[in-house]
């Protein structure tokens, strides 16, 4: 039987974090850029439904998508990769499959059969696999199994992977195994054991790897690249060395040396070319070779963990690259800033960006720093609440609304300049009730956003519960904060803006899940460039 869509599934063996969402999103760019059309897709073995209500301390970033999903931060990478719009179809948790099938024996369709992970668990999960190539949307759908071989979360996963295997045939499904080898300095050897365990297991689970993918430290010789796929029942041009690489952006390129893109298109039955990868690597050559250094404050409370901040730390890449400068990102706990340290700890910066949060716990930190830029015509840029905290700033100095406050902190404050959304006070449950997704927003004429997105209507991402109270609406405007960003749904204040600041912008949404290699986001492009002037005066 022929099919339209091809599946590859990468696995990961030995340890967590060796990058397989890395080199899903490279070997992805590596066949777009060949004229195939790509989408990839994230299965998490963990039982909540999504991450709208983990910790970042736990999962680091919560990734939203047009569509208002809350999503797997690796969907971020899937889409700064590729420059292509994932959706909930593109994250499938334990949760959401256990949901599904539960809700399906309630209603009766299982006709009262004895619901079991074989067939009905892992029927629901190849059903949500193949959901994307339905509609014959992509030609090759890449699917990233969280965890490692072996973890009883992944196995009914993996199981899954087995039976596509065997019923759609092997030209049409390839597995990618990422695992790793790692060196022992003292016998100052390659140790290629971890990797054919992790192979075995995956095999005793039914299922043979087709690619191995080795992440190390150091060149694998021929003789291991020999040995390995002697063991571990591969061609020898199927063990891929991933050598670690400065920046996630080389992987591509380093797949590519490699030849992953062939021996997987080979595998699948399908023509390979040479990728047109020049727009890529014009951005990693003005990446890799800045004209000047820019130092940016990144202020926030989950500063412990940069993951909790990727799609930020990522789009300064991006808008660094445009404005060729190197963006030197210095993180800062908003607990320890204070009116006696404030001056000293934003000394020599060129830009300040307050981060997004939830809670109260560190934002008088945040109103500090954003106090002092304002004073101090310091490049400022707010995202969620920290557009919010500087709505309260300005109400508390400049409107000498000394009380005003969030009803998110304080629900007694007496100005409460940001309060909870009408729609979201009866809410009680927590989990993907927050205004999620793309929302329209007009922008006014001649302000400095306009200016920026070059255009009236924008759509951007959201993720929040509280909004700027437009019952102070006036007052702030008349003293000179301006709402320059309007939901053209709700009417709601989306962007502040201050007239006589060099640059001073707050966003209600969240622009950094937006920015891409190829499309960098215009207000960090813009922030960067006015952090740059800051530099030079």
């Known amino acids: 039987m022929s099919y339209n869509t091809k599946f590859i599934f990468v696995t990961g063996g030995v340890s967590s974090s060796l990058g397989k969402g890395i080199v899903a999103a490279s070997l992805a760019k590596l066949l777009q850029a060949q004229g195939y059309r790509v989408t990839i897709q994230k299965l998490d073995p963990y039982i909540n439904i999504d991450p709208g209500t983990l910790n970042p301390y736990e999962h680091g970033e919560c990734y939203v998508t047009n569509d208002g999903a809350e999503t797997d931060l690796d969907l971020g990478h899937y889409e700064r990769f590729l420059n292509v719009a994932t959706s909930q179809a593109n994250n499938i948790t334990t949760g959401r499959i256990y949901q599904s099938v539960i809700n399906k024996e309630r209603k009766g369709e299982y006709l009262g059969k004895t619901v079991q992970v074989i067939p009905h668990i892992t029927d629901e999960i190849k059903e949500s696999i193949q959901y994307l190539a339905n509609n014959n949307e992509y030609d090759i759908i890449i699917t990233e199994i969280g965890g490692t071989v072996g973890d009883i979360e992944s196995l009914p996963y993996i199981e899954s992977l087995r039976q596509m295997k065997w019923e759609m045939g092997e030209n049409n499904v390839v597995a990618i195994h990422l695992t790793l080898i790692p060196y022992l300095s003292a016998a100052k050897e390659l140790k290629t054991k971890p990797t054919q365990h992790s192979v075995k297991t995956l095999m005793e689970s039914g299922v043979q790897a087709d690619v191995l993918v080795c992440r190390t430290e150091h060149e694998i010789s021929d003789s291991i690249r020999d040995k390995l796929a002697r063991f571990c029942n591969v061609d020898t041009d199927c063990v891929i060395q991933s050598l670690d690489v400065k920046t996630i952006y080389d992987v591509p390129n380093h797949m590519l040396s490699e030849g992953l893109d062939k021996v997987v298109l080979k595998k699948l039955g399908l023509k390979s070319s040479k990728p047109d990868l020049s727009s890529w690597n014009q951005f990693l050559n003005k990446y890799k070779h800045p004209k000047r250094a820019v130092r940016i404050a990144l202020i926030g409370k989950y500063i412990e963990l940069q993951d909790s901040y990727k799609s930020i730390l990522e789009s300064f890449i991006h808008s660094g690259a445009v404005n060729e400068v190197r963006v030197e990102v210095i993180p800062i706990h908003s607990e320890h800033i204070n009116k006696d340290n404030i001056a000293e700890k934003l000394e020599n910066f060129n830009g300040v960006l307050v981060a997004p949060g939830f809670g109260g716990r560190g934002i008088e930190g945040k109103i500090e720093s954003i106090k002092h830029v304002r004073l101090n015509n310091i490049p400022f840029f707010g995202i969620c609440l920290g557009m919010q905290m500087a709505v309260i700033e300005f109400s508390r100095n400049i ?56 255009c009236d209507i924008i759509h951007e991402r959201h993720r929040h519960r509280y909004e700027f109270n437009s019952e102070y609406f006036k007052d702030i405007e008349e003293n000179g904060m301006f709402a320059t960003g309007i939901n053209s749904d709700t009417g709601l204040v989306e962007i502040i803006e201050l007239k006589n600041h060099p640059w001073f912008v707050g966003v209600q949404f969240h622009p950094e899940y937006k920015s891409t290699v190829l499309s960098p986001h215009p207000l960090f492009v813009s922030f960067i460039a006015a952090a740059t002037k800051h530099s030079n005066n």
């Open 399 to 454: 409107l000498k609304l000394d009380d005003a406050n969030s009803t998110e902190m304080d629900l007694k404050t007496k100005y409460p300049v940001i309060d909870i959304m009408d729609d979201q006070k009866k809410i009680i449950n927590k989990g993907g009730t927050m205004r999620l997704g793309s929302w329209e927003c007009k922008l006014k004429k001649n302000s400095l956003v306009s200016k920026i997105y070059n």
